[in-house]
């Protein structure tokens, strides 16, 4: 199954996950811990891209640090109190936490994760967390009524 990373824009072609991770980068310049931070959100990203759903719920996430030593997290974490979302996530002491969420659509042998909203954690409770927990709920709700506005699902055939 292919697996497609799908990060959503508003009406004026900007996905607010993308933006989030651009500016963490931007940020490294003056932050060794945002940078590292920054480092590992892409490296996820692209372990996610290679696994999918739903081994990324299992597999852990391993890379190398600076020093030498592993860094390991599970980088998806279904929100149990809010399903079907999912919550992409990656720490970083003195950084914070990076969170993305995401739902999954499939169709024939595509598996859509669908990014919605992002944001870094300094707390485990953080207001802005539970609102972008609304704001991916309602997203999801519009989108699985009509998945074509938001997606190409005829592929190549036009």
């Known amino acids: 199954m292919e697996i497609v990373l ?24 003056g932050s060794p811990e945002k940078g590292q931070l920054s480092l590992y959100v892409l490296s996820a990203l692209d372990f996610l891209e290679s696994i999918g759903l739903p081994l990324a719920l299992t597999v852990f996430f391993t890379t190398k640090r600076k020093d030498g030593g592993l860094y390991t997290i599970r ?11 999912l919550e992409f996530r990656v720490n970083w002491r003195g950084a914070g936490a990076f969170r993305a969420l995401f739902f999954a659509y499939e169709i ?19 207001p802005e967390f539970e609102k ?3 704001v991916t709920k309602s997203v999801y709700s519009t989108f699985i ?3 074509e506005k938001y997606i190409n699902l005829k592929g190549d055939e036009e």
Request: net charge negative; proline share 5%; aromatic share 8%.
């Open 145 to 147: 009524q009509s998945p």
């Open 75 to 85: 980088v998806v974490k279904e929100l149990v109190n809010h399903p079907p979302l």
């Open 108 to 126: 024939k042998d595509i598996q859509f994760l669908v990014f919605v909203r992002a944001t870094i954690k300094l707390a485990t409770y953080s």
């Open 132 to 134: 972008i927990i609304k």
């Open 6 to 29: 799908w990060f959503l824009e508003d009406e004026n072609g900007c996905s607010q996950v993308l933006e989030t991770i651009k500016s963490l980068g931007e940020e490294a310049g």
